[in-house]
T-cell receptor
Framework: DTEVTQTPKHLVMGMTNKKSLKCEQH?????MYWYKQKAKKPPELMFV???????INESVPSRFSPECPNSSLLNLHLHALQPEDSALYLC?????????????FGEGSRLTVL | AQKVTQAQTEISVVEKEDVTLDCVYE???????LFWYKQPPSGELVFLIR??????QNEISGRYSWNFQKSTSSFNFTITASQVVDSAVYFC???????????????FGAGTILRVKS
């Protein structure tokens, strides 16, 4: 079983809805990530949080709003999304201190925007 | 810029065959890490191996083995005696050493779909 837990596993929303994706890890990792994966494509980095502070934003549209309330939780708030935002959203975490690059991934939240 | 190329889009083999997945990378960094991840239909990316740029020793783990060659910028992955459970998408990835406190950017190749038929 993965040690990174993502909820919900599936989400369907309209373009005017506001929803959130949640990610949780209890491995003591201090870096957390959001990746977006379209069908038959590799994951693409969206955001990186290090010690609860946003360290990397890969020019993601403002309709995606990340939040890191504490070292174990990572949220992705969604608002006014477009159908092309439908994808698998993967959360990951890593040991910041070791800086070896290994990421631990959750199973993802599959988002469908109607 | 960093780049990872997995030229094989899809490979189909019959169970018990050996199969090699190719990975070629580009980076200007002298310190970097290479990875292989497996993504089964469930969606989770499963870590298989990490190699740093200073360690060119090949590694074997059960039916899996990896061949890292800096001279050709390749990091190939071989599955011996493949099984149906090996069917998945396999991603090769590259990570720069990263700046302390800023996390790591993991750059993925396009992935190779492996289908193992019984």
């Amino acid at each position: 079983d993965t040690e990174v837990t993502q909820t919900p596993k599936h989400l369907v929303m309209g373009m005017t809805n506001k929803k959130s994706l949640k990610c949780e890890q209890h491995m003591g990792h201090r870096a957390m990530y959001w990746y977006k994966q379209k069908a038959k494509k590799p994951p693409e980095l969206m955001f990186v949080y290090s010690y609860e502070k946003l360290s990397i934003n890969e020019s993601v549209p403002s309709r995606f709003s990340p939040e890191c309330p504490n070292s174990s939780l990572l949220n992705l708030h969604l608002h006014a999304l477009q159908p092309e935002d439908s994808a698998l959203y993967l959360c990951a975490s890593s040991y910041r201190e070791l800086n070896t690059g290994e990421l631990f991934f959750g199973e993802g939240s599959r988002l469908t925007v109607l | 810029a960093q780049k990872v190329t997995q030229a094989q889009t899809e490979i189909s083999v019959v169970e018990k065959e050996d199969v090699t997945l190719d990975c070629v990378y580009e980076t200007r960094d002298t310190t970097y890490y290479l990875f292989w991840y497996k993504q089964p239909p469930s969606g989770e990316l499963v870590f298989l191996i990490r190699r740093n740029s200073f360690d060119e020793q090949n590694e074997i783990s059960g039916r899996y083995s990896w061949n890292f060659q800096k001279s050709t910028s390749s990091f190939n992955f071989t599955i011996t005696a493949s099984q149906v459970v090996d069917s998945a998408v396999y991603f090769c990835a590259l990570s720069e050493a990263g700046r302390i406190g800023y996390g790591n950017k993991l750059v993925f190749g396009a992935g190779t779909i492996l289908r193992v038929k019984s």
